[in-house]
Structures are given as structure tokens and as C-alpha cells.
């Protein structure tokens, strides 16, 4: 379930996908154009691909080594369980369905020649119902069953060139699988996984008018760092061209079948993946997207505001936005705008970022703002829970955002002594270290 463009992200990404994204540029330098079909019967592997199989199958492992791989069986459970449901029988004795989730804030999903299938945690953050993971799925499967990367791979390996070492891989000839299924195949091949998909998914009693609202949730950019690429990557469509010929498969569709009374398991669907959804938010945070971040927490809250951990999860969003302001409506930025915040975010480090907007007046009422608000968010989830450690661990980070060094100490504290083992402990006591010593040469604060 690929995004039309490539969308940059950072480096401190959780999973694999960043990594390879220079990677796939370097190992295509021309679109993938395999043919307009994909092959629905048996498909002979041949010489090279001998080869390249076998690395494919190595996948499965390496991210698991590599702790790529989200741990959560309940997860795993729920997405085999769909994902069988949708896979068409195995034509050949290399195709086995397997499907799994990759901790990774990429709102993406993909498919391997031999059945792997894989779903980012970011996809399943921001997906609203079953329906909408069993279209992803059923798209992905049938990349697999018509054999795309197989394919795709016969009409360009001449043009292909070894990649370089990047990230956790040595990109070449041997990742081409991986990185077509990461980056997307030609125009009709995507579209042809759309359409077998939306059948498969529609006979299995899922609701197909949800397959246009997974696209539409794709394309949105709480960002604004997502301008239309004029690449090689336009061959892949756009995604309003698939929420356009999506919709208009609808009828066709629901023939002879009521819509209403088809599956969507909206309720079901986010209690499996608030965990994830709790994670990504910390990923996002992790990685500055603190607009993304607080969307998506936000939508948490909404959906369980008497949960400490959502408020954190705020909490946390907003003392990463830092003195940036939330965006207005999208439509409101222009590409060259979008352009210039990427470039920004490549440009310049957090800090450096951070720095450039409190030299302003706007800056500095943004980081007001959005300190005062997270506290109320911890203060709430502390309202709760008065055992919610990681609220007074906030708490520290807003008051030391507010300069009042003595509440943030006291909250630090506050915080270890709850939580004696933290895995971040030698942050905070590297924090209260700074504290003392600021408050030794005279700082202010209460």
C-alpha cells in the first residue's frame, strides 16, 4: 500500500524503510515498467532470481534480529487471520503466506515474491476499522499472487546497479525485491492490486467503500513536508487518481449485496491497535514530528480519555512541538512552501530549528503555548493515575521548558523514584545534574 511520492524521513527511524530510501534511487534509476499484467499462474523461477529469492527469504529474520519486528501477538493474530482470509491460494512451492508487523512510523505496507507481508506500525496508528487493514492486506497479496516482483525485476535488471552500504543493508541486486515491494511498482500493477484486492476483500464480507478513505488518510500531511515529486516516481499513481477510480468501483462491487450489512469493526479495530498507536506517537516524538505526533494523539484521547497513557501520549506531543505552531488547513500551503519545510527539517538539526524560531516573537509564544498545554495534559493523566510516572517525567521536561529548574528537579525525582529501573535514567539523572548546577550558579525558578 504505497504513498505516489517518496516521502523523506529521519534517520533515528525505528525500522528499516529510511534506510533504504537513497538505496532504492541508487538500485532504480529508471521506474519500474514491468509488464501491465501481473501473472496469476504458476511462474518458473529462473538463474538469477534463484539467487535472489533466497536473500528474500532471509528478510524474515534479519528483522527480527535487527528488532525491527513489533512485538505483539494479539497483533500478529488479528492480521494472519485477515490476511488468509484474502490470499489467494499458492500457485507455486515459494509462496508462503506469512504476515507480520514492522515498528516503523511510515503510515506503509508490503509484500515479498514469496508471501511475506508486512505492515508498519505508522500504517496501523491511522487506520479507522478492520475494513480499511483488510484492503491493505488484500492489495498486498495480490502483488505476491500476480507476481509483481518477479516481474518487475525481469524488465529492468539490465538497468540496475549495485547499491552502496546503507543503513542495516548492502543495497544491490540482491534487495531489488524488497526494494520495489518498499517503493512501488508501475502504474497499472498498482492499480491491478487495487481492483483484485477490492473484489477479494468485498466477497469476504469487507466493506469496499472503505478502500478510497485508506488513500484519502494517506495523503494527509500534518507536516506540510510532502510536496508533489515531478520524478520517476509520477509512473506510480497518484493516490487522488486511486480515491477517484476506487470510488467509482463501488457499485460494481456491492451488486446484488447490501453495503450496510457488509464488516467495517471500527470500535474492535482501534482497541487492537491503541498499543501501536501509543508507540507511534513515541516514535514520532522521537523522530520530530510533533504535528503528526499530536494528530495522532489527539485522536487517542478522543477515543479513550480516561486512559493516563493517551494523555501522556499528548503530553509528550506537545513539548515536542516545541515553538513550532500547528499548521492550518493543507490546503493552504503551496507545493513550494512544502518544499522549503523539508528542506528545512534536512537542513537543520532539532536543536537548530528550535533555536532559529525563539530568536522570534511567534517562537517564543508557541513554546509557551504548547509547555502550558502539555502540562495540563500530564496534570490530567495524573488526575487519573496519580501513579503515572511518566506524567511527573514530563512534568520535568515542561518546567524546565518554562525555566522553574526547581519543579523540574522535583519532578524528575519525583519521576525515578516511581520508576527506579527507567530505561531512561541516566537521562534524567544527566538532567538533574544540569539542574543542580544551573541552581548553584543562581538560576531562577520556583
Known amino acids: ?215 484519502a488518510i494517506l495523503m494527509r500531511d500534518p507536516e506540510g513536508e510532502s510536496p508533489d515529486f515531478k520524478t520517476f516516481w509520477s509512473t506510480h499513481p497518484a493516490l487522488q487518481s486511486r480515491i477517484d477510480y476506487t470510488r467509482a468501483m463501488i457499485p460494481g462491487l456491492t451488486v446484488g449485496v447490501n453495503p450496510d450489512g457488509l464488516k467495517v469493526n471500527a470500535q474492535g479495530f482501534r482497541r487492537l491497535v491503541r498499543r501501536a498507536s501509543l508507540d507511534t506517537v513515541q516514535d514520532l516524538v522521537g523522530a520530530d514530528y510533533g504535528r503528526t505526533a499530536i494528530d495522532l494523539a489527539k485522536r487517542l484521547v478522543a477515543e479513550n480519555g480516561g486512559d493516563p497513557a493517551c494523555q501522556i501520549a499528548l503530553g509528550d506531543a506537545r513539548v515536542a512541538l516545541g515553538a513550532r505552531a500547528m499548521l492550518g488547513a493543507e490546503g493552504d500551503l503551496t507545493n513550494r512552501d512544502k518544499w522549503k519545510n523539508l528542506k528545512t527539517r534536512v537542513r537543520y538539526t532539532r536543536s537548530e530549528r528550535q533555536e532559529q524560531l525563539l530568536e522570534t516573537p511567534e517562537g517564543q509564544k508557541n513554546l509557551r503555548k504548547n509547555l502550558e498545554e502539555a502540562r495540563q495534559s500530564y496534570q490530567r493523566a495524573l488526575a487519573i493515575d496519580p501513579n503515572a510516572a511518566e506524567a511527573h517525567r514530563g512534568l520535568g521536561y515542561v518546567y524546565k521548558g518554562m525555566n522553574r529548574p526547581f519543579d523540574a528537579g522535583r519532578e524528575f525525582v519525583t519521576y525515578l523514584k516511581a520508576s527506579p529501573q527507567a530505561p531512561d535514567k541516566p537521562v534524567i539523572l544527566s538532567e538533574l545534574k544540569e539542574i543542580n548546577t544551573k541552581i548553584k550558579k543562581g538560576g531562577k525558578g520556583t
Do not use: W
Not at 19 to 29: E, F, K, M, Q, R
Not at 93 to 106: A, C, G, K, M, N
Open 1 to 215: 500500500m504505497k504513498q505516489d511520492h517518496f516521502r523523506n524521513r529521519p534517520a533515528r527511524r525505528t525500522a528499516l524503510a529510511g534506510a533504504l530510501a537513497v538505496g532504492a534511487i541508487l538500485c532504480l534509476p529508471a521506474p519500474a515498467r514491468a509488464a501491465g499484467h501481473g501473472e496469476y499462474g504458476p511462474l518458473e523461477i529462473k538463474g538469477s532470481e534463484q539467487q535472489l529469492m533466497k536473500s528474500t527469504a532471509g528478510y524474515e529474520d534479519q528483522f527480527v534480529r535487527r528488532s525491527y519486528r513489533y512485538g505483539s501477538a494479539d497483533l500478529d493474530a488479528a492480521i494472519t487471520r485477515i490476511g488468509l482470509l484474502l490470499a489467494p491460494k499458492p500457485t507455486d512451492p515459494y509462496i508462503r503466506y506469512r504476515f507480520h508487523v514492522l515498528r516503523d512510523i511510515e503510515p506503509n505496507a508490503f509484500s515479498l515474491p514469496d508471501g511475506q507481508v508486512y505492515v508498519n506500525t505508522g500504517l496501523l496508528a491511522v487506520l479507522e476499522n478492520e475494513a480499511q487493514l483488510a484492503a491493505v492486506l488484500g492489495h498486498e497479496v495480490q502483488h505476491t499472487a500476480g507476481h509483481h516482483g518477479i516481474l518487475t525485476y525481469r524488465s529492468t535488471r539490465r538497468k540496475l546497479i549495485t547499491g552502496s552500504l546503507l543503513g542495516p543493508f548492502t543495497l544491490g541486486i540482491s534487495d531489488i525485491f524488497l526494494i520495489n515491494s518498499l517503493y512501488g511498482y508501475s502504474r497499472d500493477l498498482e492499480e491491478e492490486a487495487d481492483r483484485l484486492g477490492a473484489q477479494k476483500m468485498t466477497r469476504a464480507g469487507y466493506d469496499p467503500r472503505q478502500i478510497p478513505k485508506v488513500f
